[in-house]
């Protein structure tokens, strides 16, 4: 069975400082894996993928994440933040690109001016 | 850009009764998902359809739950007779093999 733990239930960072947001999964075989963010009321927005190839994927918003096989690791990061970036994020794992994806808990983030 | 769409954002309910929440995919999606997401807890997926049938559902969606593409453009999840416990905030999503893009959400309360 496919999981994901996000350890940080939350996490506040400076507007202008780095944001790294942390993601295990538990999956036996290649995951398919992704990151979400949801601001209050809306649903949820794709921020980045990874299906294969480069480790180091670039998303929207001036996101990165970085697929670790051996740590069976998927963090999130982004060099400087925005107050707009003020959010829950989640991270997520599936088997295939069209098979149901299993969520962690989430991670909010507080940005402070 | 291309969007899910999900009707009605907000949905009150008494138990007992039965809602029909409702979603607008994109135009050329083949795979359609309904997630639920309980106030404070993770999102969970229910339930996931392609061509025209139910290709995996979870423990979640019992007899209770039914989905159904009553035209070309809708996706509908029926609640036969909903529970306190089925508050919850409802994704629908869609995919063309790829990405899942969700819509919005509902916002279910059952009183």
């Known amino acids: 069975a496919q999981s994901v733990t996000q350890p940080d239930i939350h996490i506040t960072v400076s507007e202008g400082a780095s944001l790294e947001l942390r993601c295990n999964y538990s999956?036996?075989?290649?995951?398919?894996l992704f990151w979400y963010v949801q601001s209050p009321g809306q649903g949820l927005q794709l921020l980045l993928k990874y299906f294969s190839g480069d480790t180091l994927v670039q998303g929207i918003k001036g996101f990165e994440a970085e697929f670790k096989r051996s740590q069976s690791s998927f963090n999130l990061r982004k060099p400087s933040v925005h107050w707009s970036d003020a959010a829950e994020y989640f991270c997520a794992v599936g088997a295939r690109s069209d098979y149901k994806l299993s969520f962690g808990a989430g991670t909010t983030v507080t940005v402070r001016a | 850009e291309p969007e899910v769409t999900q009707t009605p954002s907000h949905q009150v309910t008494q138990m007992g009764q039965e809602v029909i929440l409702r979603c607008v995919p994109i135009?050329?999606?083949?795979?359609f998902y309904w997630y639920r997401q309980i106030l404070g807890q993770k999102v969970e997926f229910l339930v996931s359809f392609y061509n025209n049938e139910i290709s995996e559902k979870s423990e979640i969606f019992d007899d209770q739950f039914s989905v159904e593409r009553p035209d070309g453009s809708n996706f509908t999840l029926k609640i036969r007779s909903t529970k306190l416990e089925d508050s919850a905030m409802y994704f629908c999503a869609s995919s063309d093999g790829g990405v899942q893009y969700f819509g919005p959400g509902t916002r279910l309360t059952v009183t």
């Open positions: 999956y036996g075989a290649t995951p398919y």
């Open positions: 135009s050329n999606h083949l795979y």
